[in-house]
């Protein structure tokens, strides 16, 4: 988006994912705004932005966080919008591994990203927590490691 010529901002609780975007960033000398904060607390005005990218990003945690994340994606969101999304599929290899912490939400014991919770959806499950978007597209996607299918979305706030 940057490329673009985009005004672009990014949010990681980590600063090793800010640290590596803005290496990327400064590589293709490109302007990005990095904010250390949580999907749930995002540090911006209602109604701030055209579009909302969350790759990745929001399935970090367990349901209530993920209703968190998209009502603060909703409050941030100037209509119309674009919310760009992926979520964890059911379908994933990896449901079901871990400690079960709460309903569809298991704690890494294994792998990258150890320790840190995971929640995944069905079809119906997410389409119920994306219910206040007009779905454009929803597409259940396995990404480069085998196994490892998300859900892919685009859905827009209309006015």
Known sequence: FAERGLEVYSV????????????????????IGLTLSSF???????NSFDAVLAFN?????????VVESIKEIIRISRRPTLFFGTMLSKRNDDFGLGTLVSESTFLRTHGYDAGHPHFYVDKAELTELLSKFELLSLEETEHQQ?????????????P
Do not use: C, K, M
């Open 12 to 31: 990681d609780q980590s600063y090793s994912g800010l640290n590596f975007l803005r290496r990327a960033a400064v590589a293709r000398n490109l302007r």
């Open 40 to 46: 749930r607390e995002l540090p911006y005005r209602n």
């Open 57 to 65: 990003v929001i399935y970090h945690g367990n349901r209530d966080s």
């Open 146 to 158: 085998p196994g490892s299918w998300h859900w892919h979305f685009v859905a827009t706030l209309e």
